[in-house]
Nanobody
Framework: QVQLVESGGGLVQAGGSLRLTCTAA????????MGWYRQAPGKQRELVAS???????NYADAVQGRFTISRDNAKNTVDLQMNSLKPEDTAVYYC???????????????WGQGTQVTVSS
């Protein structure tokens, strides 16, 4: 069994900062890409940022320069540092990871339960 456990959401004023953390736990042999997605009410889930096992990072245009994704392969964690937050960043943020559980199984996508981020104006 594999779980992605998220923490760090909350309420913050515009211009403030929050840090999200996601930890992968359970039985698996490797993690490829890890990332953060978000879904605002009435909108589709969208990619916020991702990072490969080799450290290559990708950001959505809307967060470039404000958010920073980082990863600790030894701890199986991925963090999202969010600075200069705007009301339009308000959403449920989901952790995602591409995980291989055993050598005979293909890689699968796993999702966290989601954490609410609310930015007040």
């Amino acid at each position: 069994q594999v779980q992605l456990v998220e923490s760090g959401g909350g309420l913050v004023q515009a211009g403030g900062s929050l840090r999200l953390t996601c930890t992968a736990a359970g039985d698996f042999i490797s993690i490829n890409a890890m990332g953060w997605y978000r879904q605002a009410p009435g909108k589709q889930r969208e990619l916020v940022a991702s990072v490969t096992s080799g450290g290559r990072k990708n950001y959505a245009d809307a967060v470039q320069g404000r958010f920073t994704i980082s990863r600790d392969n030894a701890k199986n964690t991925v963090d999202l540092q969010m600075n200069s937050l705007k009301p339009e960043d308000t959403a449920v943020y989901y952790c995602n990871a591409a995980i291989t559980r055993t050598w005979w199984q293909a890689e699968s996508d796993y999702w966290g339960q989601g954490t609410q981020v609310t930015v007040s104006s």
